[in-house]
C-alpha cells in the first residue's frame, strides 16, 4: 500500500521554465528526501530534510530547491529547467535519518 | 561513505534460490548494510539490513562477511514477480546521511 504520494507522475517542459513537485507521506515520519534517477538508473540523494535541518547534497544545482510546510510534505522545485534535468525525481521517507526509508513512485520529468 | 560494486546483471529460473552479491571494501565502522530493490515505474523498496553476521526476515535473508567488506542477499524459491533491480547501500551513521546507491544489479526470473 503506497504511504509515500508524489504528484505529478509525469510532466514535460521546455527549457528554462519552472517546476515544482509535489511529495507527501502518511507514516508520520520525521525525515523525508529526494532523489534523482538519470536514464542510467543511478540514483542519487539531492536533499533530507529532518526536523527542519536541511542536508543538501552539494553536487546539485542551486536551481533546485526543497519547499517544506510540515513534516509530512516535501516539494521541490526547479527554478529553470536545463535538458540534464530530464530524470525521475524520487521522494522517500523515514523516522530518522539512519532508518528504512519508504520511497514514492517517483514524478518523471522530461525537459523538451 | 563506502562504494559498492555489485554484478549488473544475473538470471534465475522460478523456484531457484538467487545469491546476489555486494562489495563495500570501505566500509566504516558507523555504516550498516541495506538492501533495495526497484521494478519498473515504482520506488525502490526496502529488502533487508544489517551490520554483521547473519541476518533474515521473511522476504530475505542476508549474509555479511567477518571483514564486513562483502554481503551477499540470499532470495529463497525466487518468482517472476522478483524479478527487479536489486541495491546495495550502505549508510553512514554519523547524521550526514548521504547514501550511495550503485548500479545495482539487474535480476532476470525466466519461467
Known amino acids: 500500500e503506497t504511504a509515500v504520494f508524489q504528484t505529478p507522475n509525469y510532466h514535460v517542459t521546455q527549457v528554462g521554465n519552472e517546476v515544482s513537485f509535489n511529495c507527501k507521506q502518511t507514516l508520520g515520519h520525521d525525515t523525508m528526501y529526494w532523489y534523482k534517477q538519470d536514464s542510467k538508473k543511478l540514483l542519487k540523494i539531492m536533499f533530507s530534510y529532518n526536523n527542519k535541518q536541511l542536508i543538501v547534497n552539494e553536487t546539485v544545482p542551486r536551481r533546485f530547491s526543497p519547499q517544506s510546510s510540515d513534516k509530512a510534505h516535501l516539494n521541490l522545485r526547479i527554478k529553470s529547467v536545463e535538458p540534464e534535468d530530464s530524470a525521475v525525481y524520487l521522494c522517500?521517507?523515514?523516522?530518522?535519518?539512519?532508518?528504512?526509508?519508504?520511497f514514492g513512485p517517483g514524478t518523471r520529468l522530461l525537459v523538451l | 561513505l563506502a562504494k559498492t560494486t555489485q554484478p549488473p546483471s544475473m538470471e534465475a529460473y522460478e523456484g531457484q534460490e538467487v545469491n546476489v552479491s555486494c562489495s563495500h571494501t570501505?566500509?566504516?565502522?558507523?555504516?550498516?548494510i541495506y538492501w533495495y530493490r526497484q521494478v519498473p515505474h515504482q520506488g525502490p523498496q526496502f529488502i533487508i539490513q544489517g551490520y554483521k553476521d547473519y541476518v533474515v526476515n521473511e522476504v530475505a535473508s542476508l549474509f555479511i562477511s567477518a571483514d564486513r567488506k562483502l554481503s551477499t542477499l540470499s532470495l529463497p524459491w525466487v518468482s517472476l514477480r522478483d524479478a527487479a533491480v536489486y541495491y546495495c547501500?550502505?549508510?553512514?551513521?554519523?547524521?550526514?546521511?548521504?547514501?550511495?546507491f550503485g548500479k545495482g544489479t539487474s535480476l532476470v526470473v525466466h519461467p
Open positions: 547501500i550502505v549508510t553512514d551513521m554519523a547524521g550526514n546521511y548521504k547514501p550511495t
Open positions: 570501505n566500509i566504516a565502522t558507523s555504516e550498516y
Open positions: 522517500a521517507s523515514s523516522f530518522g535519518v539512519q532508518d528504512t526509508q519508504y
